[in-house]
């Protein structure tokens, strides 16, 4: 079984920056895509970004530049490093991963998401 621990939201002013973590633990073979999301209220869900094991990124259509994925394979643990927050990005960030278990049968795994909330 695995388990996703999402820290680094929260309330914040405009041009503020933000490292949102998502550390996953527990029993898997390995862990191959890690992904950030956001939903805001009255929106579906969106993808922020996405990053392989390799380190591949890959960025959401809304998404500017201000946001950077990253990962450290060895703690099994990814970073959105989010800069000049503006209102528009209150949201409630998931995390997602794709793991192997032990059996090497794949699964989707979801946080339970961290609360970013831009406001002056």
């Known amino acids: 079984q695995v388990q996703l621990v999402e820290s680094g939201g929260g309330v914040v002013q405009p041009g503020d920056s933000l490292r949102l973590s998502c550390a996953a633990s527990?029993?898997?073979?390995?862990?191959?895509?890690m992904a950030w999301y956001r939903q805001a209220p009255g929106k579906q869900r969106e993808l922020v970004a996405t990053?392989?094991?390799?380190?591949?990124?890959l960025y959401g259509d809304s998404v500017t530049g201000r946001f950077t994925i990253s990962r450290e394979n060895a703690k099994n643990t990814v970073y959105l490093q989010i800069n000049n927050l503006k209102p528009e990005d209150t949201a409630v960030y998931y995390c997602?991963?794709?793991?192997?278990?032990?059996?090497?049968?794949?699964?989707?795994?979801w946080g339970q998401g961290t609360q970013v909330t831009v406001s002056s």
């Open positions: 990053i392989t094991s390799g380190g591949s990124s």
């Open positions: 527990g029993s898997f073979f390995s862990i191959n895509d």
């Open positions: 997602h991963v794709r793991y192997l278990n032990r059996r090497k049968y794949e699964y989707d795994l």
